[in-house]
């Protein structure tokens, strides 16, 4: 699959407010073993904060990358309980989920600070990956479109083309995360394509080159389905990504 592919595919495990230092880095480790030997693919995984650096060491030598889960988009200051983004390079974060559909609905994230996130990791080269996605209520009303078009716009804000193309971003409809619904390749890959020809509106070519993640309920048997999509250019794993066998699954069907 993957040499007929335009672009590399990623698969990143988001482990949300799971697991302590000992346990983030048995699973680390277990996760490197399973991606080693596994060719174009770029594996990442996302441990909480206090997990980072334990995490960072446990992967060195290996090929798996390391994400954070969120960050502040100031350098430092009087902002208590946040993490800024050179605070997540000096524990070697390569990447950085901002605008998960969870910090949206109980931390009142919106699409301007997700915009003010991507620039203070984009000037730290810390790679962001920014979510988007429609509710049950906003889907069924035929809105899907019209939101993750609004989103778009919002957090891409006033990037040039030259700092759109290195972004990452995760379709992630929010009916579908963490409830064992997915969303079908084909539903899948209609908003991915939609997304693709925003980005080719505001960036040209550049579009090409962005990955664009689907998530929600990805799992072991689904993932090859959605993978085979044109436009859906790897996995944001919440739940899966928790079990070292189903991660490992999921990274061999992007293989
Ligand atoms: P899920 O979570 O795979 O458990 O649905 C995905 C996510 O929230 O990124």
Same mark, same amino acid.
């Given at each position: 699959?993957?040499?007929?592919?335009?672009?590399?595919?990623?698969?990143?495990?988001?482990?949300?407010?799971?697991?302590?230092?000992?346990?983030?880095?048995?699973?680390?480790?277990?996760?490197?073993?399973?991606?080693?030997?596994?060719?174009?693919?770029?594996?990442? !995984? *996302?441990?909480?904060?206090? /997990?980072?650096?334990? #995490?960072?060491?446990?992967?060195? +030598?290996?090929?798996?990358?390391? &994400?954070?889960?969120?960050?502040?988009?100031?350098?430092?200051?009087?902002?208590?309980?946040?993490?800024?983004?050179?605070?997540?390079?000096?524990?070697?974060?390569?990447?950085?989920?901002?605008?998960?559909?969870?910090?949206?609905?109980?931390?009142?994230?919106?699409?301007?600070?997700?915009?003010?996130?991507?620039?203070?990791?984009?000037?730290?080269?810390?790679?962001?990956?920014?979510?988007?996605?429609?509710?049950?209520?906003?889907?069924?009303?035929?809105?899907?479109?019209?939101?993750?078009?609004?989103?778009?716009?919002?957090?891409?804000?006033?990037?040039?083309?030259?700092? !759109? *193309?290195?972004?990452?971003? /995760?379709?992630?409809? #929010?009916?579908?995360?963490?409830? +064992?619904?997915?969303?079908?390749? &084909?539903?899948?890959?209609?908003?991915?394509?939609?997304?693709?020809?925003?980005?080719?509106?505001?960036?040209?070519?550049?579009?090409?080159?962005?990955?664009?993640?689907?998530?929600?309920?990805?799992?072991?048997?689904?993932?090859?389905?959605?993978?085979?999509?044109?436009?859906?250019?790897?996995?944001?794993?919440?739940?899966?990504?928790?079990?070292?066998?189903?991660?490992?699954?999921?990274?061999?069907?992007?293989?």
């Amino acid at each position: 699959m993957s040499s007929a592919r335009a672009r590399r595919v990623m698969i990143a495990g988001n482990w949300k407010m799971h697991h302590d230092v000992p346990a983030s880095v048995r699973l680390a480790s277990m996760i490197a073993v399973a991606a080693d030997g596994v060719h174009d693919v770029d594996v990442a !995984i *996302a441990p909480t904060f206090t /997990a980072l650096f334990s #995490v960072y060491n446990a992967l060195i +030598g290996t090929s798996v990358m390391l &994400a954070a889960q969120d960050v502040h988009w100031l350098e430092q200051g009087a902002v208590t309980g946040e993490v800024s983004a050179p605070m997540l390079k000096s524990v070697g974060c390569s990447y950085c989920i901002v605008g998960h559909s969870e910090r949206r609905q109980f931390f009142g994230e919106t699409d301007e600070m997700v915009f003010k996130k991507i620039v203070a990791l984009k000037s730290h080269g810390i790679t962001p990956i920014a979510c988007l996605g429609e509710t049950l209520e906003e889907r069924e009303a035929g809105q899907t479109f019209e939101v993750v078009a609004r989103q778009l716009d919002g957090l891409l804000g006033d990037l040039g083309p030259a700092d !759109i *193309a290195t972004l990452i971003l /995760a379709y992630e409809p #929010v009916w579908a995360i963490g409830t +064992g619904k997915t969303a079908s390749p &084909a539903d899948a890959q209609q908003v991915h394509a939609f997304l693709r020809d925003r980005l080719r509106a505001r960036a040209g070519d550049a579009a090409e080159r962005i990955r664009i993640l689907y998530g929600g309920s990805v799992k072991p048997e689904n993932a090859a389905g959605l993978l085979a999509q044109p436009d859906i250019d790897g996995a944001l794993v919440g739940g899966a990504s928790l079990d070292a066998g189903h991660f490992a699954r999921i990274i061999q069907a992007a293989g």
